[in-house]
């Protein structure tokens, strides 16, 4: 398979909650990778392909989660692969450090 990511990923399990635009149940998932890109998030309950959502997500260093805009990308049965929308600078920095300490 030919990797057509711009930006490398790293392993990075953490809990997440996620909400699609216009939506107001919130679901859960496990993050799998993470990258300045995007997030791969196992769930059962994945959101649909094309979907706008915003992911809150708790990364090292942070006191408290943070929310990420992002689009739904890609669907698998156990999981959904999301795209990231515009990250502000704190946010870049620490999917940054995460992406470097990695190797990735």
């Not at 156990?78 to 515009?86: A, C, I, L, P, S």
């Amino acid at each position: 398979m030919v990797e057509q990511r711009r930006y490398g990923r790293a392993p990075f399990r953490e809990t997440v909650v996620f909400i699609a635009k216009g939506r107001e149940e919130r679901s859960t998932g496990t993050t799998r990778d993470l990258g300045i890109g995007g997030v791969y998030i196992e769930t059962a309950t994945p959101s649909a392909f094309g979907a706008e959502i915003v992911v809150h997500i708790h990364l090292p260093g942070e006191p408290s989660a943070i929310a990420l805009p992002g689009v739904v990308r890609w669907v698998r049965a156990d999981g959904m692969g999301v795209q990231f929308g515009n990250l502000g600078a704190k946010e870049t920095f620490a999917i940054t450090e995460i992406v470097r300490e990695a190797g990735a």
